[in-house]
């Protein structure tokens, strides 16, 4: 029925574009319980509208969502509509405790936002515990009604949603690992549009996509999964890549897509080989010796007129540990940069923060070993508050939050250095405060503590430019003079390298509260996380907006 309506109103989008430009777009997502079955084995699941990915929200550039969310099941939910910026809509992001109570079973809220200057592939999910191994979807943004892509038309869209499946509940995996201190079991598979493709002792479904020989498609691809970043290629094409979590980028050609949990990538494909069957793989990127589902998943690709029995062309997947391909992927990302597409760079700085984030670990008198893994940024591992904290800004409630999060670590060190001492990390509920319209630089400093590996970071609320990017320790005397302030990428999450450093930049121009996290489950959970404080503005539409009556409470 949701697909119905969705086709429904696109048609009229069409057909009648006085009526439609600015539209009001309504859905109802109902979060249910759904049996699935995937490696030969059912299990119950909390899905939205009982389908695993869950449904596709479809709109145009300044188009209004309003999104009711029922909650059917016996967790609490929210949901998080990732990479929408939600200006002076906060109330509409739905990270749990941040800027909401979660929706508690029985009860439902209403979402709300504008779709204000975006354009391109997004993806929802939910934003509490680790429901977004099976809650998630995606969000196609299409271009205000006469205005044209900055690339040639594809005959076809097609929603690519990579994740990751689970034969035990995602649930109990986190309470297990979080109660006995030990880190949390790897998932059994990964998925391509919910379905992980063959597998050892058992005859998996696999995902076909279909095509036709000279025709081009679109693919919006999305990484939905826990806590894998992930190569995607199908045998035998090339894509184009033209744009990344909802901006245009400067086309350019490969035949290996990495992804991070979080990020999408729309790229061109274009059916120029011969008529058969071709493989479509996924499979993760680790380059140190942290665990992962080392599953590759597959799916295919079929040309209109292939005989029922063909061969599959193949085709060979990175090694898991292929930093070079991950480093040239992201290196060839650049902001469109057009007339149209200005890549709106802050080229000074009013807060120049440092953000040391890895794993450590903490004494746990009721853990298996005495202590617990955790994470942290600046040696604060953030604790959840019980009070939403936007809600606690807004109403200037006293005691949930302090303002004096570090914008640079309390002792610095050698980051990427062989540290063997100062594992244990301080538990508080912090916010960094910026004034409005006050420009910010984050260079996210991954740490050799325990476990060094690559966090794909998160920022809600906002899209930021990748200014620059290094191995080691960030020097800021000499990287500067490196940084990228003409045509750098601009996304809403990237991958800091294993063992190096990452430069952000953005204005914050969004009044709120805004969360910025590891878009690892696992490091999320265990507390690689923190929010910015946006204070008003003096204008009036520079002030967040009133809460909705239906906001739930805690």
């Given at each position: 029925?949701?697909?119905?309506?969705?086709?429904?109103?696109?048609?009229?989008?069409?057909?009648?574009?006085?009526?439609?430009?600015?539209?009001?777009?309504?859905?109802?997502?109902?979060?249910?319980?759904?049996?699935?079955?995937?490696?030969?084995?059912?299990?119950?699941?909390?899905?939205?509208?009982?389908?695993?990915?869950?449904?596709?929200?479809?709109?145009?550039?300044?188009?209004?969502?309003?999104?009711?969310?029922?909650?059917?099941?016996?967790?609490?939910?929210?949901?998080?509509?990732?990479?929408?910026?939600?200006?002076?809509?906060?109330?509409?992001?739905?990270?749990?405790?941040?800027?909401?109570?979660?929706?508690?079973?029985?009860?439902?809220?209403?979402?709300?936002?504008?779709?204000?200057?975006?354009?391109?592939?997004?993806?929802?999910?939910?934003?509490?515990?680790?429901?977004?191994?099976?809650?998630?979807?995606?969000?196609?943004?299409?271009?205000?009604?006469?205005?044209?892509?900055?690339?040639?038309?594809?005959?076809?869209?097609?929603?690519?949603?990579?994740?990751?499946?689970?034969?035990?509940?995602?649930?109990?995996?986190?309470?297990?690992?979080?109660?006995?201190?030990?880190?949390?079991?790897?998932?059994?598979?990964?998925?391509?549009?919910?379905?992980?493709?063959?597998?050892?002792?058992?005859?998996?479904?696999?995902?076909?996509?279909?095509?036709?020989?000279?025709?081009?498609?679109?693919?919006?691809?999305?990484?939905?999964?826990?806590?894998?970043?992930?190569?995607?290629?199908?045998?035998?094409?090339?894509?184009?890549?033209?744009?990344?979590?909802?901006?245009?980028?400067?086309?350019?050609?490969?035949?290996?897509?990495?992804?991070?949990?979080?990020?999408?990538?729309?790229?061109?494909?274009?059916?120029?080989?011969?008529?058969?069957?071709?493989?479509?793989?996924?499979?993760?990127?680790?380059?140190?010796?942290?665990?992962?589902?080392?599953?590759?998943?597959?799916?295919?690709?079929?040309?209109?007129?292939?005989?029922?029995?063909?061969?599959?062309?193949?085709?060979?997947?990175?090694?898991?540990?292929?930093?070079?391909?991950?480093?040239?992927?992201?290196?060839?990302?650049?902001?469109?940069?057009?007339?149209?597409?200005?890549?709106?760079?802050?080229?000074?700085?009013?807060?120049?923060?440092?953000?040391?984030?890895?794993?450590?670990?903490?004494?746990?008198?009721?853990?298996?070993?005495?202590?617990?893994?955790?994470?942290?940024?600046?040696?604060?591992?953030?604790?959840?508050?019980?009070?939403?904290?936007?809600?606690?800004?807004?109403?200037?409630?006293?005691?949930?939050?302090?303002?004096?999060?570090p914008g640079n670590p309390p002792i610095p060190y050698n980051y990427t250095g062989n540290t063997t001492t100062n594992f244990q990390t301080t538990n508080g509920t912090k916010v960094y405060r910026l004034a409005f319209n006050s420009t910010v630089q984050?260079?996210?400093?991954?740490?050799?503590?325990?476990?060094?590996?690559?966090?794909?970071?998160?920022?809600?609320?906002?899209?930021?430019?990748?200014?620059?990017?290094?191995?080691?320790?960030?020097?800021?005397?000499?990287?500067?003079?490196?940084?990228?302030?003409?045509?750098?990428?601009?996304?809403?999450?990237?991958?800091?390298?294993?063992?190096?450093?990452?430069?952000?930049?953005?204005?914050?121009?969004?009044?709120?509260?805004?969360?910025?996290?590891?878009?690892?489950?696992?490091?999320?959970?265990?507390?690689?996380?923190?929010?910015?404080?946006?204070?008003?503005?003096?204008?009036?539409?520079?002030?967040?907006?009133?809460?909705?009556?239906?906001?739930?409470?805690?």
């Open positions: 029925m949701a697909y119905r309506v969705v086709a429904a109103v696109l048609v009229a989008a069409w057909l009648f574009p006085a009526l439609a430009e600015g539209a009001v777009r309504h859905y109802k997502f109902s979060v249910v319980m759904k049996n699935m079955t995937r490696l030969c084995a059912t299990k119950p699941i909390v899905t939205v509208n009982g389908t695993f990915p869950g449904p596709p929200l479809y709109a145009r550039e300044d188009d209004t969502v309003i999104l009711r969310v029922v909650n059917h099941v016996q967790y609490n939910v929210t949901i998080h509509w990732h990479g929408v910026k939600q200006l002076r809509t906060g109330w509409s992001d739905g990270p749990a405790y941040v800027t909401q109570c979660p929706i508690q079973p029985g009860q439902s809220f209403i979402y709300n936002f504008t779709l204000t200057g975006q354009r391109g592939t997004l993806l929802w999910h939910a934003h509490i515990s680790w429901l977004r191994a099976t809650v998630h979807g995606a969000i196609v943004i299409l271009p205000k009604l006469g205005v044209p892509y900055p690339f040639p038309k594809p005959h076809k869209d097609v929603i690519i949603v990579l994740g990751e499946w689970w034969k035990s509940d995602t649930e109990v995996v986190i309470n297990q690992a979080m109660q006995s201190g030990l880190a949390p079991n790897v998932s059994d598979s990964h998925t391509i549009n919910g379905y992980p493709g063959p597998f050892p002792n058992c005859t998996s479904q696999g995902y076909t996509l279909h095509v036709e020989a000279g025709k081009t498609y679109k693919l919006r691809i999305i990484n939905a999964a826990v806590n894998d970043e992930l190569f995607f290629k199908i045998a035998g094409h090339n894509l184009t890549v033209v744009e990344v979590d909802a901006s245009y980028t400067k086309p350019f050609t490969t035949d290996t897509i990495f992804i991070g949990p979080g990020q999408t990538t729309t790229a061109i494909l274009t059916a120029d080989q011969p008529v058969g069957k071709y493989l479509i793989a996924i499979s993760p990127f680790m380059d140190t010796v942290v665990a992962v589902d080392n599953f590759t998943a597959s799916g295919f690709l079929r040309y209109k007129g292939t005989h029922a029995f063909s061969a599959t062309a193949l085709t060979a997947m990175p090694p898991q540990n292929a930093t070079p391909v991950t480093n040239t992927f992201t290196e060839s990302l650049r902001s469109l940069n057009s007339k149209q597409y200005p890549a709106a760079v802050p080229l000074t700085v009013d807060h120049s923060l440092l953000f040391a984030i890895g794993v450590g670990i903490n004494p746990c008198a009721t853990c298996v070993n005495g202590s617990r893994a955790v994470a942290d940024i600046n040696n604060v591992s953030f604790v959840l508050p019980t009070t939403a904290l936007l809600q606690a800004h807004y109403y200037n409630i006293s005691g949930i939050f302090t303002d004096d999060f984050v260079v996210l400093q991954g740490t050799a503590l325990l476990a060094p590996e690559s966090h794909p970071v998160h920022l809600h609320g906002y899209n930021f430019f990748v200014v620059g990017r290094g191995v080691g320790n960030y020097d800021p005397l000499k990287d500067p003079k490196k940084f990228n302030l003409v045509d750098p990428s601009e996304r809403n999450t990237v991958s800091v390298p294993t063992g190096g450093w990452t430069a952000i930049r953005f204005r914050a121009d969004n009044p709120g509260v805004w969360f910025l996290h590891c878009h690892l489950e696992v490091h999320t959970t265990w507390g690689l996380k923190m929010a910015f404080l946006v204070d008003n503005g003096k204008e009036p539409n520079q002030s967040i907006l009133p809460p909705p009556s239906d906001l739930p409470q805690c």
